[in-house]
């Protein structure tokens, strides 16, 4: 046979992948879903006992709270790629593509690499099933492929996000080195508690014995909580507003100029940050008191981190679909706050960082939401909302978001159209009555799905 003759096998083509992503995808979305949860650790642990225990293989920093967890692991994972290590990063849920959950050195793991990724520990997954009376969730199956990536790519550090709670989320079969707990708000009532108090006593599961946690300023009874907590395994603890903070924040085309301390005393100045909100701003005092208590700054040794390369990681630092700008003229802001703590984050940063003289707002939340607490904190900021729904079975019935909109912001206020799409167009024709189109803007919110399904209509494609 001659060489112009013989074949070679062909690499699968970018459509294949998809395709085959897809087939993947529809296998996991088979599983019971990420709001259905049996409280336990029993089907994860015995999975990842069988896979040989692949989140040993690298340390961890694990995060939890209630609002600013994706922005703080993308600022933790931009500092550690600073500091020339091999990261993973495991968040949810995703904006665009599943494949985001999981990243390596701060991009989104490629298709070919999530259906490989699963085909390999699916046999295994199989075996759990058998032996359990209830079949592995959808959210602990990708939890396991993502610790199986980051062994196998391998990592020199994981950054991991809690899904819901802390103790009994499937993330929780790791013993990070760093525990990191974002602020505590009311979210997820049904399943984590109706107090700050007692949603901590799940988000505090984290802490483990010898763990450093590094923890946001919190709630009164949160914070007492947390500290119960770190006592009894003997943790230390690193808190915001003693032990580490930010210092001073001025505004800055595109965000903001901060100066952190970080722990040991040491200070870190002008380090510019492309993230809008006075909560951007503590969730990078987190991150580098995170990174700092990993390197061992404050404890093993005095020296700061390098700030030239913090300053880089910081500059380098994106966190979409918060507050995210993808049009101008008038301006089109994602933003995925969903419950009110968030939502009033998100007001006040856009009070202070963009001048709009008239902002309207495009919203679809999922029902089992604080939908009313969500809109009362919007209502200042817009003067007119239109009324959605993602393409989800969680999301919240027109009707029934139109009548609760209807009573917060008045019949004159609220449109409602039951597409996305049309949801859009119809907010930007309102904005653009204001004539200034400089001072016109629309807000697209609610539900981190609304916002990701938003980003694809509008053609925003960056991770």
């Known amino acids: 046979m001659s060489d112009k003759s013989r074949k070679t096998p062909d690499r699968p083509s970018a459509d294949d992948a998809l395709a085959a992503l897809r087939e993947v995808e529809a296998e996991l979305l088979n599983r019971w879903p990420e709001n259905k949860l049996e409280p336990s650790l029993t089907r994860i642990a015995r999975l990842v006992d069988i896979l040989g225990h692949p989140q040993r293989s690298y340390p961890a920093i694990h995060i939890t709270g209630t609002n600013g967890k994706t922005s703080t692991a993308r600022m933790v994972e931009q500092l550690l790629l600073a500091f020339e290590l091999r990261t993973g990063r495991y968040t949810s849920p995703h904006v665009e593509s599943i494949t985001e959950r999981i990243s390596l050195d701060g991009a989104p793991i490629s298709p070919e690499r999530f259906v490989e990724t699963y085909r390999d520990i699916a046999p295994y997954v199989g075996m759990v099933d058998e032996t359990q009376p209830i079949a592995l969730s959808f959210f602990e199956v990708i939890t396991a492929m993502a610790y199986a990536a980051f062994a196998d790519a391998p990592v020199d550090a994981a950054v991991v996000e809690v899904g819901m709670g802390g103790a009994w989320d499937a993330t929780n079969v790791v013993d990070a080195v760093v525990a990191v707990i974002t602020p505590i708000a ?10 700050p108090g007692e949603i901590a006593v799940e988000k505090s599961g984290i802490i483990k014995k010898g763990t450093l946690a590094v923890v946001s300023q919190q709630p009164l009874d949160a914070a007492e909580t947390i500290l119960r907590r770190a006592v009894e395994v003997d943790a230390t603890v690193a808190r915001e507003g003693m032990e580490f903070g930010v210092l001073h924040r001025d505004l800055a085309v595109g965000g903001q100029l901060v100066t952190l301390r970080g722990l040991g005393g040491h200070t870190y100045e002008d380090v510019f940050l492309p993230l809008h ?13 995170a990174v700092e208590a ?8 005095s020296e700061p981190l390098d700030i030239d390369k913090v300053r880089r990681a910081f500059a380098g630092t994106t966190s979409p679909g918060r507050l995210e700008v993808v049009r101008r003229s008038p301006t089109v802001l994602l933003d995925a706050a969903h419950n009110p703590a968030g939502a009033q984050a998100t007001v006040e940063a856009i009070s202070e960082s963009f001048g709009f003289t008239r902002l309207v707002g495009v919203i679809g939340t999922s029902g089992d939401k604080d939908v009313r607490g969500v809109l009362e904190a919007f209502e200042p900021i817009l003067a007119e909302v239109v009324v959605t729904r993602n393409s989800t079975r969680r999301a919240m019935p027109v009707d029934e978001l139109a009548a609760l909109a209807v009573e917060v912001f008045g019949a004159d206020r609220v449109q409602v159209e039951p597409r996305l799409d049309d949801a859009v167009d119809a907010a930007v024709a309102l904005a653009e ?7 016109a803007g629309v807000l697209v919110t609610g539900s981190v799905i609304t916002v990701g399904e938003a980003r694809i209509l509008l053609g925003r494609n960056r991770n």
């Not at 909100?277 to 008191?289: I, R, V």
């Not at 990993?294 to 040794?301: L, Y």
């Open 186 to 195: 009311l979210d997820h009532t049904d399943k984590l508690g109706t107090t």
């Open 277 to 289: 909100g006075a909560h951007q701003a503590q969730n990078a005092a987190l991150a580098l008191a």
């Open 294 to 301: 990993f390197f061992g700054v404050g404890s093993t040794h």
């Open 433 to 439: 009555e204001e004539g200034d189109l400089g001072g």
